[in-house]
């Protein structure tokens, strides 16, 4: 099946500073979603991005399909932006494979 | 606005007992699936129902069943719980099929003593 491997696995950033999180996925997909899994535990989808480009604030994702690889930027990071960051990916109507996370810590 | 709702949110068991997990969303979805989520594994799928009336296995299915009640519920059953069903489990809904975002509820914390 689909591998996914995220980097870095633990990230500590000061508050304001900026970030890159990447998810590598070893075969091809149509379906890869990026969530955030806040101190409390919640989940919360934050794009969903088989290819391109979207931004959301302060929170973008690209993704180069052809090459196997999303990335996930994270600008003028915030306390609030501290937890896990979870990417998942699948191809056709086949459930979604999640990578490890990368833990981050936003530090005021 | 609830979205996805599940319950409970904690519950200790000792081994051999049963429960349900009840899971319930408002969005209209057609697709629901049930995750856990262990220290240091991510979240793997356990069962997911593609539409009302039906169901399928996931990743890691062994130990557990489910009920797709209607096409807002969709309940996970553990029949004679093991401490290795010790996890976090997570409910999620989407849009028909697998190519839709999905949305979570908050979580059931089990611990199986």
């Known amino acids: 099946g689909i591998q996914v491997e995220q980097s870095p696995p633990d990230l500590i950033l000061q508050e304001g500073a900026n970030s890159t999180l990447r998810c590598n996925f070893s075969?091809?997909?149509?379906?890869l979603q990026w969530f955030h899994q806040n101190p409390w535990g919640q989940l919360i989808n934050l794009f969903y991005i088989p290819s391109g480009t979207k931004q959301n604030g302060r929170l973008s994702a690209t993704t180069v399909a052809t090459e196997r690889y999303s990335l996930l930027y994270i600008s003028s990071s915030q306390t609030t932006d501290s937890g896990v960051y979870f990417c998942a990916v699948a191809f056709g109507n086949t459930p979604l494979v999640f990578g490890k996370g990368t833990r981050l810590s936003v530090i005021a | 606005n609830a979205g996805v709702t599940q319950t409970p949110k904690f519950q200790v068991l000792k081994t051999g007992q049963s429960m349900t997990l009840q899971c319930a969303q408002d969005m209209n979805h057609n697709s629901m699936y049930w995750y856990r989520q262990d220290p240091g594994m991510g979240l793997r799928l356990i069962y997911y129902s593609a539409s009302e009336g039906t169901t399928d296995k996931g990743e890691v299915p062994n130990g557990y069943n489910v009920s797709r009640l209607n096409k807002r519920e969709f309940s996970l059953r553990l029949e004679s719980a093991a401490p290795s069903q010790t996890s976090v489990y997570f409910c999620?809904?989407?849009?028909?099929?697998?190519?839709?975002?999905?949305?979570f509820g908050d979580g059931t914390r089990l611990s199986i003593l």
């Open positions: 075969d091809s997909v149509n379906n």
């Open positions: 999620a809904s989407s849009g028909t099929g697998f190519g839709q975002p999905q949305h």
